[in-house]
């Protein structure tokens, strides 16, 4: 009995997995691109958020920092941003004088970009950059439904301090720019990112 023959069936499936750096994410074909924006957007857990600065020594220039998101379950998400924020924040008191922001996430903060072996700033490692403004969401179930998601996702914020006024919002879209291959960022409507279904219906669909 060879070595070969004598391989369990599921270590040779392994095998050939890593030989095609196969992933669990099936990503939307690169040209629909309101699919893969969604698919993105669904995926991933943060965002790095650029507010306009309100602070000296950088005040009115471009700020960057990270922040956690949700825009609800994996495969049946809204779309929307969702994030759990506190006033105490350096960025939450930009948007105060200044609610415009912009967000950008990657499929490198998944595992696909590298079991791909595709460098973060690949175009093949998709990534989108959502441009609009950060709102408060004082609907009550809206409130209920970020809650519900923000905190399936990201457990330990239920036990962030609770003196440090934190409250739901949304990251409410104006443009949608995307880069997910060769060929330049496209863009897409935020009438045309809500109406895209970015999930598979069976495995043989596109």
Not at 19 to 36: F, K, N, Q
């Amino acid at each position: 009995m060879t070595a070969l023959t004598a391989t369990p069936p599921v270590i040779c499936l392994l095998l050939l997995c890593l030989a095609s750096r196969c992933s669990g994410l099936h990503i939307p074909p690169h040209d629909a691109v309101a699919r893969v924006a969604r698919f993105v957007a669904n995926q991933v857990t943060w965002a790095s958020m650029a507010t306009i600065s309100s602070h000296d020594p950088v005040r009115g220039q471009p700020f960057s920092n990270a922040f956690s998101v949700s825009d609800g379950p994996l495969g049946r998400g809204s779309g929307v941003p969702y994030l759990y924020l506190t006033r105490m924040e350096v960025s939450v008191q930009d948007l105060k004088v200044n609610p415009q922001a912009s967000l950008s996430m990657s499929l490198a903060q998944t595992d696909y970009c590298a079991q791909q072996g595709y460098d973060p700033q690949s175009p093949l490692c998709a990534h989108v950059i959502l441009s609009g403004s950060v709102l408060q969401v004082n609907d009550t179930a809206e409130a209920e439904f970020a809650k519900k998601w923000l905190f399936w996702r990201h457990p330990e914020m239920e036990d962030w301090p609770s003196d440090h006024d934190w409250f739901f919002a949304k990251f409410n879209i104006s443009q949608v720019w995307v880069l997910d291959y060769f060929g330049g960022v496209k863009t897409v409507t935020p009438e045309e990112y809500f109406q895209a279904t970015p999930f598979r219906k069976h495995p043989h669909s596109g």
